[in-house]
Each structure stands twice: as structure tokens, then as C-alpha cells.
């Protein structure tokens, strides 16, 4: 008899988590609250426009080519992605543009014609991150941090020779002012804090790493854009067999002394060998296992940041901008304080502008653009539609004093997304996109843990527990889970 596997949530990690079972002979079925599958990774169609509504800015596509690769399947069959030669074009309010191109070659002459600088330094810091990475993020990303066995063994030995004493105790920003010095190369590379939602002025050195993902490895942009991602994974999961069940909340996870048992939904209770749980690992013990000790421990951790959304159709073509484009707040550290200490609006943020028919013609009607503009906010507790009449303002004065033009006129479609409804979507605690922070040195080590400790046959999966948020560490921890799951 097939052991029956049920998943709790059809996000990135959820899905992965099915295909990667399914290929190893689980029968395996996903229960999910909404009508589709992706989670975050979600679709917006209006009036001649197409927006992808979360998740932007594709890394590490070798992660889901491998998952393809051990489901036997050819990736080519069911996604296509290309390298971008530019990964994002930086806008500073003295009218400087940055362009960070992939290809050093481009970039060194760059920094130097922009900054004036030497771009040795920068290219050596590129070298140190590189080497971070492989010695020390391989390492915790990719083995279960939790578990003993992980830290025996010559690996652990040769990172734990890697870290320096300042990746631990200097924060982002402290190690990119000694590496990088020039304070608009010190900004790019502070707001890489912000891909796992977290301060670059608390979080520690050590997170300079996320910049290679980008900076060394680059930036991706699938065909059909990011959805593409969600639509790959569940064709995946059909093809080798897995069962959806969507518009079905799962009420319940049913356990007996140390073992789950199976889940409850409106239709009754479903047996199960084992369960995953793919949804926010808070709710997971508040609501579905009634464990309310827990869910209080694992509330106090602090959140990372949550954003407001707006999807605009804007009704021209702006040549100066590419698909990923960054206006950076005058000063940085002021914004940081109102989003994660003061929890206020801050009136100069960083505003983050995708746009996919840069990549993509159809994703707008000819002669107009599709734009996801995104700042970092506070959760949800902070954020009142007030607010979300403050923050449209304060990104239109941002884009109309960097630009040049007053660019409200040209938006003739508008939608938002604020973290109360990504909170409601897709049951995220207060709104959080990437689950905890990682502001302290230990925030890492207090993410849960992908192996449930009461109950021998629960797990869980995605970007509130173990590496943390993110595609690429979601994908990672649906291996851990089916890893776990075989031994
Ligand atoms: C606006 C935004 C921008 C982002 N930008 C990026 C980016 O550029 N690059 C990047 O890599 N990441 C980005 N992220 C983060 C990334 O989207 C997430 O880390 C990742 O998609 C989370 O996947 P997950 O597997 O944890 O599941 P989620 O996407 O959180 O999905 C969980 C699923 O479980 C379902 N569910 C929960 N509880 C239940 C229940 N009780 N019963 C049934 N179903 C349930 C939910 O409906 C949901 O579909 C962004 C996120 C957001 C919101």
C-alpha cells in the first residue's frame, strides 16, 4: 500500500514537496484554501494589462531545474528562462543612475563612470561573498539545521574555518561601509537585506551573501513571467500523479499521542500517513493543532517587513526604465527605523518598479507599460487605508521628482495589494512575505524547524520555516522535507 500524504497549501514549497513524494511512490494529495495553486506567486489580468502580483525577481532557476531533473522530467517541457544582462537599474534623488549590468565587464566601467571609483574593490568584495556563499550558505541552506548530524563532519568544519568574527558581530551596513565605502554602493547593497524582509542596519554581516545570488549568479526572467513558475510546478505535479483539492480550508490537523493522523476539512476528516504543512508555521500550531503555547513562542519571533502593492496601466512608454528599477530613499537608515522600529509610513521610501512588458509586449496594450510598484511597510497592524492614500502619494513625488514628470496622469489602471490582504490571501501572519526576520544573529537558528518534534510524521515546509522566504530557500526546504521524509 502507497503511504497517503497529505499537504496543507499549494504554494511554491507545498508543490515542490508533492512532486518531489509523488516521484518517490506517495501518493500524495493538496489541500488548498483558494481556487489555484502558487500561494504568493499570483496573476493579475485587467483591461489589456497582465501583472504578476508577488513574488518578481527570479534566482537560482538550477533549484527547480534539479527538482525537474529528479522527477525524471525535462524542465525545457514545461518552462523557459533567460539570463538578464541587466539586473537592475538604480535611481538616486541626485539625478545618478546606476546600472548594475551582470557581466563585470560592463559593470567595472560602470561604477568607475558613475561613481568614480575603482571598481577593485567592489569586484573583491563580489569574490568574498562568493566564497560566503559556498562555504558557509551552502551549508545552512542546505542541511537540516536542526538536526546534530548536521553539525559533525567536514563541512561544518571547513565553514565554521570561513566565518570571520565580524560576518557575526557587524551588522549589513557596518560590513559594506568597511568593504564598499562609497555610500551609493553601500545602499545597493543594503537593500539585499530586504529579499529575506529584513534590516540592513540590525541584521548581521553574514547576510551580505544574499547579494550573490544576483550579483555573481544573476537574475532570471521566466517566459510568461513568474507565474510561469507557479503553472510549471503544478503541471509538474499532475503529470507525476498528485491530487488537488482546491476552495478547501483545512480546519484541523488530527493527531493521537505522538503521531498526526490525518487533516479536517468542511468535508469531513481525511486519514493521512503524513502531513505537510506548507501554511504559515504560526497558524499551523494556533489554528490546526490547537497548540497555542507554541503558536505564543513562535509569535514573539519578530516578522519580517510586508509591503504595499500598487499594479498600474500606464498609459506610455518610459524608456529610461527596464523591467527591475529601484528609486532608493535619500537617507536609508531613517526609512529602516519607520518600517521596523517606529512602525510608521516613511514619506521618501524606496520604491520598487517591475515591469514585465519590457520582456513581454503582451503584458500591455501597445504604446503602454504594466508597472508593480512595491515599498517595504510595516505589517498590518500599522497600515490603514489612510496610509495607503499617504504611501501612493509619497511614491508619486518620488517617480515625479526622480523622472522628471508628473506621472499620475498616465496611470489609467490602478489595483493595490496591502498586507492585509496578503495576509487574508494566502494566511500569512500580519502580512509578512518572507515569514521572520533575520535581524539578530540567532533569528536563523530560531526559524523553525522543517521536522515536526512532538509528532513523528509532521512536517513542514516553505518560507516561515527552515532556510526561510524566498523562491530559491522555499524550493530548498521542500527537498529537506521529502529528505526527512525518506530517512
Ligand atoms: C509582494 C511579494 C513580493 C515578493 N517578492 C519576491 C521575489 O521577488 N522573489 C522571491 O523569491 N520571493 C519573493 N516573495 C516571497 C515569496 O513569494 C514567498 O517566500 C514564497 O512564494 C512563499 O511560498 P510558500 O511555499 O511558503 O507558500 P505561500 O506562497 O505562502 O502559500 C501557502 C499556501 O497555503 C495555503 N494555505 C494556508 N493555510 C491553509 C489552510 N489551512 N488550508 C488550505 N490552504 C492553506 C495558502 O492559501 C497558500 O496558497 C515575495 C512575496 C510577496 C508577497
Known amino acids: 500500500m502507497k503511504q497517503h500524504v497529505a499537504i496543507i497549501g499549494a504554494g511554491v514549497a507545498g508543490l515542490a514537496t508533492a512532486a518531489r513524494l509523488a516521484v518517490k511512490g506517495y501518493s500524495v494529495s493538496i489541500y488548498e484554501q483558494n481556487s489555484k495553486p502558487g500561494g504568493k506567486l499570483g496573476l493579475l489580468k485587467l483591461n489589456g494589462y497582465t501583472w504578476d502580483t508577488g513574488p518578481s525577481l527570479f534566482t537560482q532557476p538550477h533549484l527547480l531545474q534539479q527538482l525537474f531533473t529528479d522527477c525524471g522530467k525535462d524542465i525545457g517541457n514545461y518552462l523557459h528562462y533567460k539570463i538578464l544582462a541587466i539586473n537592475t537599474r538604480y535611481f538616486y534623488e541626485d539625478g545618478t543612475l546606476l546600472i548594475s549590468y551582470k557581466n563585470r565587464l560592463q559593470l567595472g566601467p560602470e561604477i568607475k563612470a558613475k561613481l568614480d571609483i575603482d571598481p577593485d574593490d567592489l569586484f573583491k568584495f563580489l569574490d568574498e561573498i562568493k566564497e560566503m556563499y559556498a562555504h558557509i550558505g551552502s551549508i545552512f541552506l ?233 515599498v517595504n511597510t510595516p505589517d498590518e497592524r500599522y497600515i490603514t487605508s489612510e496610509d495607503i492614500t499617504a504611501i501612493r502619494k509619497n511614491i508619486i513625488d518620488k517617480l515625479t521628482r526622480i523622472l522628471g514628470k508628473n506621472i499620475e496622469p498616465y496611470i489609467t489602471n490602478e489595483e493595490v495589494l496591502s498586507p492585509d490582504l496578503i495576509a487574508k490571501q494566502t494566511s500569512s501572519y500580519l502580512g509578512a512575505l518572507y515569514g521572520t526576520a533575520s535581524n539578530n544573529k540567532i533569528a536563523a537558528f530560531l526559524r523553525h524547524s522543517n521536522v515536526s518534534s512532538a509528532y513523528r510524521n509532521l512536517f513542514f515546509a516553505g518560507g516561515t520555516v527552515h532556510p526561510g522566504g524566498g523562491i530559491p530557500l522555499c524550493l530548498r526546504s521542500a527537498k529537506l522535507v521529502a529528505d526527512a521524509i525518506e530517512k
Not at 167 to 184: A, D, N, T
Not at 338 to 356: G, S
Request: charged share 15%; proline share 4%.
Open 142 to 374: 542546505n542541511q537540516p539545521i536542526h538536526s546534530l548530524c548536521t553539525w559533525w563532519g567536514k563541512p561544518i568544519v571547513t565553514a565554521l574555518r570561513k566565518v570571520k568574527l565580524p560576518y557575526l558581530f557587524s551588522s549589513m551596513h557596518q560590513y559594506h561601509v568597511r568593504s564598499l565605502r562609497h555610500p551609493k554602493l553601500v545602499q545597493l547593497f543594503d537593500r539585499f537585506a530586504t529579499y529575506n524582509g529584513s534590516n540592513p542596519y540590525s541584521a548581521p554581516a553574514v547576510l551580505c551573501m544574499i547579494a550573490h545570488l544576483e550579483m555573481n549568479e544573476g537574475a532570471y526572467y521566466p517566459a510568461g513571467g513568474m507565474i510561469s513558475i507557479a503553472d510549471a510546478l503544478y503541471n509538474l505535479c499532475k503529470d507525476l500523479g498528485v491530487s488537488f483539492h482546491f476552495d478547501t480550508l483545512v480546519q484541523k490537523i488530527e493527531k493521537c499521542k505522538h503521531s498526526v493522523t490525518g487533516i479536517t476539512t468542511a468535508n469531513g476528516t481525511i486519514p493521512a500517513d503524513i502531513v505537510v504543512s506548507n501554511s504559515d508555521v504560526y497558524f499551523t500550531y494556533k489554528n490546526l493543532l490547537g497548540d497555542g503555547k507554541k503558536a505564543q513562542k513562535i509569535k514573539q519571533q519578530e516578522r519580517s517587513s510586508s509591503a504595499v502593492i500598487f499594479y498600474w496601466g500606464i498609459n506610455r512608454s518610459l524608456k529610461q526604465l527596464g523591467l527591475h528599477n529601484i528609486f532608493f530613499a535619500e537617507d536609508y537608515k531613517a526609512e529602516f527605523n519607520a518600517i521596523f522600529n517606529t512602525h510608521q509610513v516613511y514619506h521618501d521610501p524606496t520604491v520598487y518598479v517591475n515591469i514585465t512588458c519590457k520582456m513581454e509586449a503582451s503584458h500591455a496594450p501597445d504604446g503602454c507599460e504594466n508597472w508593480f510598484v512595491l
